[in-house]
């Protein structure tokens, strides 16, 4: 895998993917994009909802939205590095199943998804989630 990063100016930078995305960095306070430390933190949900839908899917759960809500807590002094972070995930659908979903994160979190399981050699990652039953239309 390979990419770059080009500054553009102030404390702004594009990534380009080497599947040739391009993706917005701001490191201060120009606040035009997220930072390195946010993207890895949304790397991380978006990583682990990859697996959890799928996991769903295979389950023939009847899944209609999917989000995860992200905290992280940072060392106080240099390197900031991330030292707790929680993943929550919110599961709407019909009679999702409770255990599928607790199965689902579990495998995300202990096998499928690589970016928590690179960060959690350093970061105390946890995980919770809810079902949601959607509203008949």
Same mark, same amino acid.
């Given at each position: ?40 933190l949304m790397s991380t949900g978006c990583c682990s909802s990859v697996d959890v839908v799928s996991i769903l899917k295979k389950a023939k759960q009847q899944?209609?939205?999917?989000? #995860?809500? $992200?905290? @992280? =807590?940072?060392?106080? &002094? ?5 030292? %707790? ?19 689902? #994160?579990? $495998?995300? @979190? =202990?096998?499928?998804? &690589? ?5 959690? %050699? ?16």
């Amino acid at each position: 895998m390979e990419a770059n990063i080009k500054w553009v100016e102030g404390d702004t930078f594009i990534g380009r993917s080497q599947s040739g995305h391009n993706v917005v960095f701001d490191t201060g306070a120009d606040g035009a994009a997220p930072s390195p430390m946010e993207m890895v933190l949304m790397s991380t949900g978006c990583c682990s909802s990859v697996d959890v839908v799928s996991i769903l899917k295979k389950a023939k759960q009847q899944v209609e939205n999917v989000e #995860v809500k $992200l905290t @992280a =807590e940072r060392a106080e &002094s240099a390197p900031r590095v991330f030292t %707790k972070m929680n993943l929550h995930f919110v599961v709407t659908g019909k009679n999702v199943s409770e255990k599928h979903l607790a199965r689902a #994160v579990q $495998l995300s @979190a =202990e096998k499928y998804c &690589s970016v928590a399981l690179m960060l959690d %050699k350093t970061v105390e990652i946890t995980h919770s989630h809810e079902v949601v039953e959607s509203v008949a239309k």
